[in-house]
């Protein structure tokens, strides 16, 4: 199991990395945009990677290229909210294929996926940090070769632990 600690860090078996945080802490998530890194215990789902950018992933885990029309609608009166949607599309979402390089990786977790609670929050992923690990809107951010290093461990049914 993957634990991801209120410190700033996540520890896999012996490995320890530095990661950021949702800029509310860690806590039970209230709403969508709250800032909050919902506490809990949630399944990995899927890989998005930039072929572009990453090349080939070792991993045991489902993958997904990201294309240029991506998105993950993060709008709660969308029948498609907390999921992956093509672009262009009428409702808020975020655009998985960015400039920057937060999502050349992403790891979806399964928060708010069965059922989907709409305002519940969306988008929970384990992405690319930021430059000093700056706070997220409610991810988890990692440098990308640590990013790689869990994704080549990691079994296909593992679990991620929030506390």
């Known amino acids: 199991m993957i634990i991801v600690k209120k410190s700033g860090y996540l ?3 012996k490995l320890k990395f530095r990661c950021s945080l949702g800029s ?13 890194t919902p506490k809990g215990v949630f399944k990995i789902i899927k890989v998005y990677y930039r072929a572009d950018k990453i090349g080939k992933i070792q991993t045991q885990i489902k993958k997904i290229k ?3 029309k991506l998105g993950w609608c ?12 093509k672009l262009p599309n009428k409702f808020s979402h975020e655009k998985l294929y ?20 709409k305002n519940r929050g969306s988008a929970i992923f384990i992405h690319i940090a930021k430059n000093n690990y700056q706070p997220t809107h409610g991810c988890i951010g990692l440098n990308k070769i640590h990013l790689l290093t ?3 461990k990691i079994k296909k049914n593992e679990k991620v632990k929030i506390i």
């Open 98 to 117: 960015r400039n920057d390089n937060l999502y050349d990786l992403i790891v979806v977790l399964n928060y708010n996926m069965n059922p989907i609670i």
């Open 150 to 152: 869990i994704l080549k």
């Open 24 to 36: 509310a802490g860690i806590k039970k998530k209230i709403k969508e945009g709250d800032n909050i």
């Open 74 to 85: 993060d709008d709660p009166r969308s029948i498609f909210y907390n999921k992956q949607i």
């Open 11 to 13: 520890e896999y078996k």
């Open 66 to 68: 990201i294309k240029k």
